[in-house]
Protein backbone atom coordinates (compact mmCIF):
# COMPACT_ATOMS: atom_id res chain seq x y z
CA UNK A 1 0.00 0.00 0.00
CA UNK A 2 1.31 3.28 -1.07
CA UNK A 3 1.62 6.01 1.43
CA UNK A 4 -0.97 8.07 -0.76
CA UNK A 5 -3.29 6.28 -0.28
CA UNK A 6 -2.86 5.43 3.32
CA UNK A 7 -3.15 9.07 3.47
CA UNK A 8 -6.71 8.94 1.12
CA UNK A 9 -8.39 6.64 3.47
CA UNK A 10 -7.29 8.47 6.64
CA UNK A 11 -8.88 11.24 5.04
CA UNK A 12 -12.31 9.34 3.92
CA UNK A 13 -12.71 8.13 7.64
CA UNK A 14 -11.61 11.27 9.16
CA UNK A 15 -9.30 9.85 11.22
CA UNK A 16 -5.85 11.73 11.69
CA UNK A 17 -2.74 10.08 11.68
CA UNK A 18 0.52 11.63 13.00
CA UNK A 19 3.38 11.33 10.81
CA UNK A 20 5.61 8.94 12.75
CA UNK A 21 2.45 6.64 12.75
CA UNK A 22 1.46 6.32 9.18
CA UNK A 23 4.45 3.68 8.31
CA UNK A 24 3.42 1.67 11.37
CA UNK A 25 -0.15 1.93 9.80
CA UNK A 26 1.37 1.06 6.45
CA UNK A 27 2.94 -2.49 7.54
CA UNK A 28 -0.48 -3.06 9.79
CA UNK A 29 -2.91 -2.43 6.67
CA UNK A 30 -0.38 -4.26 4.53
CA UNK A 31 -0.21 -7.52 6.71
CA UNK A 32 -4.20 -7.24 6.51
CA UNK A 33 -3.93 -6.92 2.64
CA UNK A 34 -1.37 -9.60 2.50
CA UNK A 35 -4.17 -12.29 4.41
CA UNK A 36 -6.66 -11.17 2.12
CA UNK A 37 -4.45 -12.58 -0.77
CA UNK A 38 -3.69 -15.42 0.84
CA UNK A 39 -7.99 -15.99 1.62
CA UNK A 40 -7.92 -15.81 -2.25
CA UNK A 41 -5.37 -18.62 -3.07
CA UNK A 42 -6.86 -21.82 -1.95
CA UNK A 43 -9.03 -24.09 -4.79
CA UNK A 44 -12.16 -24.67 -3.29
CA UNK A 45 -13.91 -25.93 -6.76
CA UNK A 46 -14.54 -29.71 -5.05
CA UNK A 47 -15.78 -28.96 -1.64
CA UNK A 48 -19.16 -29.38 -0.24
CA UNK A 49 -20.87 -26.13 0.81
CA UNK A 50 -21.13 -26.79 4.40
CA UNK A 51 -22.83 -24.85 7.49
CA UNK A 52 -21.08 -25.91 10.70
CA UNK A 53 -17.53 -27.74 10.15
CA UNK A 54 -18.14 -30.75 13.73
CA UNK A 55 -21.06 -32.21 11.68
CA UNK A 56 -23.21 -31.91 15.13
CA UNK A 57 -26.40 -30.57 14.41
CA UNK A 58 -29.59 -29.14 16.55
CA UNK A 59 -31.85 -31.21 17.89
CA UNK A 60 -35.52 -29.66 18.09
CA UNK A 61 -38.21 -30.78 20.20
CA UNK A 62 -42.06 -29.76 19.62
CA UNK A 63 -42.97 -26.87 22.04
CA UNK A 64 -45.80 -27.85 24.22
CA UNK A 65 -47.73 -25.74 25.90
CA UNK A 66 -48.10 -26.51 29.65
CA UNK A 67 -49.79 -24.85 32.58
CA UNK A 68 -47.80 -23.03 35.29
CA UNK A 69 -49.09 -24.15 38.81
CA UNK A 70 -50.56 -20.88 40.56
CA UNK A 71 -48.12 -20.94 43.47
CA UNK A 72 -45.40 -20.84 41.21
CA UNK A 73 -47.01 -17.58 39.16
CA UNK A 74 -47.93 -16.11 42.56
CA UNK A 75 -44.14 -16.55 43.51
CA UNK A 76 -43.02 -14.47 40.50
CA UNK A 77 -45.73 -11.93 40.61
CA UNK A 78 -44.96 -11.11 44.35
CA UNK A 79 -41.47 -10.29 43.32
CA UNK A 80 -42.62 -7.91 41.14
CA UNK A 81 -42.82 -4.38 42.03
CA UNK A 82 -46.13 -3.72 40.27
CA UNK A 83 -49.01 -6.21 39.00
CA UNK A 84 -52.31 -5.95 37.90
CA UNK A 85 -54.22 -9.34 38.15
CA UNK A 86 -52.10 -11.85 36.81
CA UNK A 87 -49.71 -9.69 34.96
CA UNK A 88 -46.51 -7.95 35.53
CA UNK A 89 -47.86 -3.53 35.46
CA UNK A 90 -44.62 -1.78 33.60
CA UNK A 91 -44.22 1.63 33.07
CA UNK A 92 -45.03 2.53 28.79
CA UNK A 93 -41.86 2.98 26.86
CA UNK A 94 -43.01 3.64 23.56
CA UNK A 95 -45.37 6.37 22.78
CA UNK A 96 -48.18 6.62 20.61
Same mark, same amino acid.
Given at each position: ?? /? ?21 ? @? ?16 ? &????? %????? &?? @? /?? =?? /??? =????? %? ?19 ? =? ?6
Amino acid at each position: ML /REELETIAFLAKIEIKENEKEKY @LKDVGKIVDYIEFLQDPD &TTNLK %PTTHV &TG @L /RN =VW /RED =VVKAC %PKEIIDMMLDSSPEKEESFYK =VKKVISD
